[in-house]
């Protein structure tokens, strides 16, 4: 969709925004009534709002970023009426956000300065280069989360894939992987799934697919690919959750849709492992995992490999099975 196009249909039908420009949308991207879209005054050039392919922003919504905030809302996922969210929030692919739903990458201060009123703290905090750095603590939400209507999700919350969070939950701690929570304070009411990644993890097993953790097409495992056999295709970075591994070695078997090669950046657990090109319809790829450095703010004792691609590359890659040996 043509962008004045997009932005005629925003306004008839109530919209508010200040900084068109600074909302990046696809052809497939639905906003709908009365929908506010506001970038703090002073942006830097990384203040930006996304919305990806199928993204539904409903009725009354807001989304909010600070100077240098990016907010990501990334393929299929559908925010219903008057959710608020504010900062920097990332929430990935197929997830379902019901209606007043709140989530927030900053806060309030209270306490720091209990004499002054709330706002005169804000300002006076905030109006230090300290206090703006710690000010915001971002808000990860992973693919497949479904959040029931009136949900509060605190500053800093990271939601594992496939979780589950009940309606009028206060989420004030990480959310682990399949996980269902609720209450007010949120705690776990039980798994969804027993989240365990096998040494050998396979895109012909719908039990597997869990572990195809972030930015791979659920929808498209078994679309035609040159391994004739089902496939998880990639996006431009690709996630699988697999056991705990220090050490030892990863083979990946895989396919590619182009002919031309591609290169990978392949980490684990946040560290680099190295990079590696693969060519040709299908591709074997081993990778050989030194001692990695423990990673920060892990929610569960796994670990997770990711490969970055060229964007341009995105879907002519995939995966058919990642095995440790």
């Known amino acids: 969709m043509k962008a004045?196009?997009?932005?005629?249909?925003?306004?008839?039908?109530?919209?508010?925004?200040?900084?068109?420009?600074?909302?990046?949308?696809?052809?497939?991207?639905?906003?709908?009534?009365?929908?506010?879209?506001?970038?703090?005054?002073?942006?830097?050039?990384?203040?930006?709002?996304?919305?990806?392919?199928?993204?539904?922003?409903?009725?009354?919504?807001?989304?909010?970023?600070?100077?240098?905030?990016?907010?990501?809302?990334?393929?299929?996922?559908?925010?219903?009426?008057?959710?608020?969210?504010?900062?920097?929030?990332?929430?990935?692919?197929?997830?379902?956000?019901?209606?007043?739903?709140?989530?927030?990458?900053?806060?309030?201060?209270?306490?720091?300065?209990?004499?002054?009123?709330?706002?005169?703290?804000?300002?006076k905090i905030l109006g230090t280069e300290d206090g703006q750095r710690q000010h915001s603590k971002p808000v990860h939400i992973e693919e497949d989360v479904w959040i029931g209507f009136g949900v509060f999700i605190k500053q800093g919350i990271t939601i594992g894939r496939g979780a589950v969070i009940g309606a009028n939950a206060v989420v004030l701690h990480d959310v682990g992987p399949y996980e269902i929570v609720g209450g007010n304070p949120a705690k776990k009411i039980k798994d969804r799934l027993a989240f365990s990644p096998p040494a050998h993890i396979r895109a012909d097993i719908d039990e597997h697919r869990p572990y195809f953790y972030r930015g791979f097409d659920h929808y498209g495992v078994h679309r035609q690919n040159p391994s004739g056999a089902p496939g998880m295709f990639?996006?431009?970075?690709?996630?699988?959750?697999?056991?705990?591994?220090?050490?030892?070695?990863?083979?990946?078997?895989?396919?590619?849709?182009?002919?031309?090669?591609?290169?990978?950046?392949?980490?684990?657990?946040?560290s680099l492992v190295g990079t590696y090109t693969v060519q040709g319809a299908t591709f074997d790829l081993t990778i050989h995992l030194t001692d990695q450095a423990p990673s920060q703010g892990k929610i569960n004792p796994f670990s997770f490999i990711t490969f970055a691609i060229p964007y341009d590359k995105r879907l002519c890659l995939g995966f058919n099975s990642i095995k440790i040996v």
Do not use: M
């Open 4 to 123: 004045w196009l997009f932005y005629l249909k925003f306004i008839l039908k109530g919209g508010y925004t200040n900084s068109f420009k600074k909302l990046k949308f696809t052809a497939t991207s639905w906003i709908g009534k009365t929908v506010s879209i506001y970038f703090e005054p002073g942006g830097t050039p990384r203040q930006i709002i996304t919305l990806g392919e199928g993204v539904r922003v409903s009725n009354f919504s807001d989304l909010t970023v600070g100077t240098n905030d990016a907010l990501i809302l990334k393929d299929y996922t559908t925010l219903n009426t008057h959710c608020k969210i504010i900062g920097e929030v990332t929430i990935e692919r197929y997830c379902l956000l019901s209606a007043n739903i709140f989530i927030s990458s900053g806060q309030h201060y209270a306490t720091r300065f209990p004499h002054l009123l709330i706002r005169q703290q804000d300002e």
């Open 234 to 270: 990639a996006f431009e970075e690709s996630t699988v959750a697999i056991p705990a591994t220090p050490t030892g070695v990863i083979q990946c078997r895989g396919f590619i849709t182009g002919s031309q090669p591609i290169t990978i950046e392949v980490s684990v657990d946040g």
